[in-house]
């Protein structure tokens, strides 16, 4: 089956370090991979994808690369901010039109001042 | 932005009560979905949809009902609430292809007491 396997947090950072969050899937054929935020007290938005192999998703600085060798899609960002304090969730979405999308367990992010 | 909406955002109701979590979205999504997200952060499938008349049952079970009598909606019914079923409710919406990426609602923060 399909699974998606992600860095346990919390991940504390002081404000411009750099961010590397692991996040790494199995799945039978061609994913597509996301990475979706969530906010507190909110729902998840999308905040970058990528739908075949060696594609780069980015987005408000966050880049993640598809990486079909090392079944891997790492989100990373070079300098972050307090408000990218959030719980972040990388998911693959099967070829089968009739596969559910797969999250991993989420990672929570807390950038000090 | 993201045309998918629930209501209400929080609900505080007593143990034994029957409620119905909203959710609709006009984006003419055929599939959508309701997740349980625990306080660990991680999001369980409860109940998903393919389309009109389409309900089928998720990885986590699940003692609520739901319906899709119109594509733009997906309510979620519990018969009788418990303090067990205390919990962020999220729904969200696909289109039916694959490889497709899941818009999501802002939640909502169930409290039974």
């Not at chain 1, 750099?18 to 990475?35: D, K, V």
């Not at chain 2, 505080?12 to 909203?22: A, P, S, W």
């Not at chain 2, 625990?38 to 949809?49: C, F, R, V």
């Not at chain 2, 009788?80 to 919990?87: G, V």
Request: aromatic share 10%; net charge negative; glycine share 10%.
């Amino acid at each position: 089956g399909n699974s998606v396997t992600q860095m346990e947090g919390p991940v504390t950072l002081s404000e411009e370090a750099f961010l590397t969050i692991n996040c790494t899937y199995t799945a039978t054929g061609y994913p597509s991979l996301f990475w979706y935020v969530q906010y507190p007290g909110e729902g998840l938005q999308l905040l970058l994808k990528a739908t075949k192999a060696d594609d780069k998703g980015s987005n408000k600085g966050f880049e993640a690369t598809y990486r079909k060798e090392t079944t891997s899609f790492h989100l990373e960002k070079g300098s972050v901010q307090v408000s990218d304090s959030a719980v972040y969730f990388c998911a693959l979405s099967p070829p089968n039109a009739g596969n559910m999308l797969t999250f991993g367990g989420g990672t929570r992010l807390m950038v000090k001042p | 932005e993201a045309d998918i909406y629930q209501t209400p955002r929080y609900l505080v109701i007593g143990t034994g009560k029957k409620i119905t979590l909203e959710c609709s979205q006009t984006m003419g999504h055929d599939k959508m979905y309701w997740y349980q997200q625990d306080p660990g952060m991680e999001l369980h499938l409860i109940h998903y949809s393919y389309g009109v008349n389409s309900t089928e049952k998720g990885d986590l079970s699940s003692e609520s009902t739901v319906s899709r009598i119109r594509t733009e909606h997906f309510p979620l019914t519990l018969e009788s609430a418990r303090p067990s079923h205390t919990s962020q409710y999220l729904c969200a919406s696909s289109e039916l292809g694959s490889n497709t990426e899941a818009f999501f609602g802002q939640g909502t923060r169930l409290t039974v007491v």
